[in-house]
């Protein structure tokens, strides 16, 4: 039976804490106690018209809340805990939900609408409820229309919930006919026309067969395309996103709809409300978006070819789509430079002519110069501002040959502007341009770069000179530095930027210090140039770099000893520490890097270490992570002298393995382990019962995210290869983990690329931890502990093999084990590898592969089995 939860629901939204925290407490009490109850009550509350709306809103939010999570992990729990419901408690709820579709209020309707769409995602997978979408389509004929809404909704949040492959094509048919009928033109609710627009929307993944039938898809194109003629401007916009998604999900369906889509768009960008606009613009966004995949897969030489054909709709449309893009650069807001978040026609244009560039290439170049050269001088800043957007828009796509000429002419105008132009909008967008220009057409992606030890100095100082302006306009040039350095990050001692170091290190670290540099990202864009410098510094700037290191660490040790600070004092306080710690981490690496100064960077480590272990206790989860990786880089540096510091280190690594909260710090932490291993080596045996230990608890828990077990694999590579036959007594754990989690992979079916690519990352932290395993017992007396697991990974790689969805990396990996396996178990292992199905099909496939390297690795392993079959 259900109890009065009226009064702490009313509760629980009071502005007094004291209230509000026992009835919170009291609900929690009682969810507790008898969860069926609870959630029995809270249905009732929403679908009792006589409530207080306030009251139907929580208990329906906090119903949702108990069925849905984002975590994965929780999610499942949920939703099992649903399951296991008795049937008549269930019953009762979906019951009450259903009802409450039929309420006079809203918000209990929209509300309800979710939550039946949670239950569906529960149980539909598991054949229950059957009966939900046909009783939900009997409300369709309703004459009321708030409940044809409310049911229209329901739908489309459900089919949002559902995997297509769940709901039957029957079902899907008539779905999709009560969609398409609300969103008709003869529907005189807008309500409901746009609750049916918006629910198609979400019923596009389940309509595959139905775009492949010509009649049904006409219908539907028809009917989306007349919606965005309505007069309502909602459903203007839900009609606009469904051509978004149709354009990404039936590209290949489209090449007879785009004459009249371009002239629905056109219109829409021209004369629409913006929300409106900014949809149509997106659709040719995505178009492009297609497109540039299709034609990667094309030019790729892993496939060769595309599943979808180019229509190339974007290179036909060109001559008319160029001009209605360059017409909105001119509708900028004011203050468009100083909000973050800020998204606008013009913003849009610019991005979509972006895409445009990249999908054609020099075919953008002759139809944009003209209204650039036309706009670049005149008196309007918006003029000059849209001419220097549609420039830098330009930079990506075409080739270096077809813009080189063009940039030669343009960067003395662009320097000029940046430095002398009376508007900030001009100058925002003059310094993002060079910015692209040097990321571009500057460095080792082009032949010759538009940057010269001539032009260089004029460059600097314009960029440095700037950094000065306003934050907006200072950030921007502190990214085109950025930029400028990356060219010549490979360059060794060549570089031109060498005779200004000194210059530059003064101008970002004044930059660092402005009053205003947590505006528009300020700060974090000077640090970030600061270590773009510092990675390209060579030998004769490295005494120049290190004059920073007692600088970097000063400030990091006032953020250190700061005290009593505000929240908002102590969040910008673990920024800093955080962009510190970062810079910390290039120098180290960097100087570590140059011979000739790493044995004077060493004498600041103690110091270093100290720093960074204070970083530490003052625990906050993003310096954690900045200071992680400094340590990594640190202990490669150091190498086995890092020992020192492992007493004091150790509790902190331990809490970062711990760390599944935030799961990326405990990514990061793994990862320094190995780098740990990798220059402590046997030093690291004292550390590695407590370890492995947390290693395995991580691998066994189902709430740590999935995207660290790969690298944990890895990880037992690492730490065998660091302490040899000493892995003996973690193999009993090790290798049971290892080939169950070889197994699930091998057979894994990847739905998507995205699940394709975390089984090969698996795969290959697997392939990983073998190889390390099999390296450090070589030449050992207790190889033969081995042997037994030999078939097993032999196994593995051949269902792999068999399968064909390796990557580059798990093949390489691959191959690093099977001549592992010959070179450290010779002839114990030679009639497992004769029997293997795959290990000859695999050698001789990257014998003649394109990479020099893999066909060097699929030598050894030759060489190696070889030697192991003949022994």
């Not at 480590?605 to 954690?624: C, E, G, P, W």
């Not at 060489?863 to 079959?869: E, L, Q, W």
């Amino acid at each position: 039976m259900a109890l009065e939860v009226t009064q702490f629901l009313l509760n629980a939204q009071s502005i007094d804490s004291a209230t509000r925290n026992h009835a919170e407490e009291s609900l929690k009490q009682i969810q507790e106690q008898n969860l069926p109850t609870f959630l029995l009550s809270l249905s009732s509350e929403l679908a009792n018209n006589n409530k207080p709306i306030e009251s139907r809103r929580l208990a329906g939010l906090i119903l949702k809340n108990a069925l849905d999570a984002k975590e994965l992990h929780r999610k499942n729990d949920l939703s099992q805990r649903w399951l296991s419901l008795d049937l008549a408690t269930k019953t009762q709820i979906k019951t009450s939900l259903l009802q409450t579709l039929s309420s006079p209020v809203s918000d209990a309707r929209s509300t309800a609408s979710q939550v039946i769409a949670k239950v569906a995602g529960i149980e539909l997978p598991h054949k229950q409820w059957p009966e939900l979408i046909g009783s939900l389509l009997s409300n369709i004929h309703q004459v009321e229309t708030h409940i044809k809404q409310a049911t229209l909704e329901t739908l489309g949040y459900i089919c949002e919930e559902v995997p297509p492959q769940v709901v039957d094509q029957d079902q899907v048919n008539r779905i999709l006919t009560a969609v398409v009928q609300g969103m008709n033109a003869t529907e005189t609710s807008s309500d409901v026309r746009l609750a049916a627009t918006r629910a198609l929307y979400n019923a596009l993944g389940f309509a595959q067969a139905n775009f492949t039938n010509d009649m049904e898809r006409d219908y539907i194109m028809r009917v989306v395309c007349e919606a965005t003629q309505s007069s309502d401007v909602k459903i203007r916009q839900a009609a606009f996103e469904c051509l978004v998604a149709i354009s990404s999900t039936y590209y290949e369906k489209l090449a007879q709809y785009m004459q009249d889509i371009f002239n629905i768009t056109s219109k829409a960008v021209r004369e629409d409300e913006e929300p409106v606009a900014l949809q149509a613009i997106e659709f040719w966004s995505s178009i492009c978006d297609e497109e540039i995949d299709i034609l990667d897969d094309y030019r790729s030489e892993y496939t060769g070819d595309s599943d979808v054909p180019c229509f190339y709709f974007i290179k036909q449309a060109l001559p008319a789509l160029v001009p209605m893009l360059l017409e909105t650069l001119l509708k900028q807001e004011e203050d468009q430079d100083q909000d973050e978040g800020a998204w606008n026609i013009a913003m849009a244009g610019g991005t979509c002519l972006g895409l445009v560039a990249r999908t054609v290439g020099d075919d953008i170049v002759p139809l944009v110069m003209p209204f650039i050269e036309e706009n670049i001088s005149k008196p309007d800043w918006r003029r000059r501002e849209a001419a220097t957007y549609a420039f830098g828009s330009i930079l990506e796509g075409p080739s270096p040959g077809k813009l080189a000429p063009i940039v030669n002419v343009a960067l003395n105008f662009m320097l000029a502007a940046l430095a002398r132009d009376p508007n900030n909008h001009v100058k925002d967008t003059t310094a993002w341009t060079l910015g692209r220009i040097f990321e571009f057409l500057h460095g080792a992606v082009v032949e010759t770069s538009v940057i010269t030890q001539e032009n260089c100095q004029q460059i600097l100082t314009v960029l440095l000179q700037s950094m000065k302006d306003v934050p907006n306009v200072a950030e921007k040039a502190c990214g085109a530095l950025y930029f400028l350095a990356q060219g010549y990050e490979d360059e060794g001692s060549v570089s031109p930027l060498t005779p200004f170091f000194q210059d530059i290190f003064q101008m970002l670290l004044y930059v660092t210090h402005r009053e205003d540099a947590t505006e528009s990202n300020l700060r974090t864009a000077a640090y970030e140039a600061l270590n773009e410098v510092v990675r390209c510094s060579n030998d004769e700037t490295a005494p120049i770099v290190m004059q920073l290191i007692p600088v970097i660490m000063l400030e990091l040790h006032q953020t250190v000893e700061a005290q009593k600070l505000t929240s908002d004092e102590r969040e910008k306080q673990n920024d800093l520490q955080g962009l510190l710690c970062g810079c910390l981490q290039v120098i180290i690496q960097k100087m570590g890097s140059i011979e000739g100064s790493k044995y004077a960077f060493m004498q600041y480590a103690d110091q270093i270490m100290d720093l960074l272990l204070k970083v530490f206790a003052s625990r906050n989860a993003t310096v954690h992570e900045e200071a992680m990786l400094a340590i990594g880089a640190l202990a490669y540096t150091a190498g086995p002298n890092f020992a020192k510091y492992m007493p004091q280190f150790y509790q902190y690594l331990e809490m970062g393995l711990q760390n599944f909260e935030e799961y990326q710090i405990c990514a990061i932490t793994v990862g320094v382990v190995g780098d740990l291993c990798r220059a402590l080596e046997d030093k690291i045996l004292p550390y590695c019962d407590g370890i492995m230990t947390q290693l395995l608890k991580n691998l066994s828990s189902n709430q740590l995210h999935r995207s660290v077990k790969p690298p944990i694999f890895s990880c037992f590579g690492d730490i065998a290869l660091a302490i040899g036959e000493n892995f003996e007594k973690y193999l009993v754990y090790a290798m049971p983990m290892l080939q169950s989690a070889a197994e699930l992979s091998a057979h894994a079916v990847s739905q998507d690329d995205e699940m394709l690519e975390y089984t090969n990352l698996l795969r290959n932290g697997i392939l990983e931890a073998y190889s390390g395993i099999l390296q450090g017992f070589k030449s050992s007396p207790k190889t033969q502990l081995l042997v037994p697991y030999a078939p097993h990974v032999l196994q593995f790689i051949d269902t792999m093999y068999g399968g064909r969805e390796m990557d580059d990396a798990v093949m390489k990996s691959a191959l690093g084990v099977l001549g592992d396996l010959a070179d450290t178990l010779g002839s114990h292992v030679g009639p497992f590898i004769r029997d293997s199905s795959s290990s000859k099909d695999l050698i001789e496939e990257c014998m003649v592969y394109d990479d020099p390297l893999v066909r060097e690795s699929a030598e050894w392993a030759k060489h190696a089995i070889n030697r192991a079959v003949s022994g």
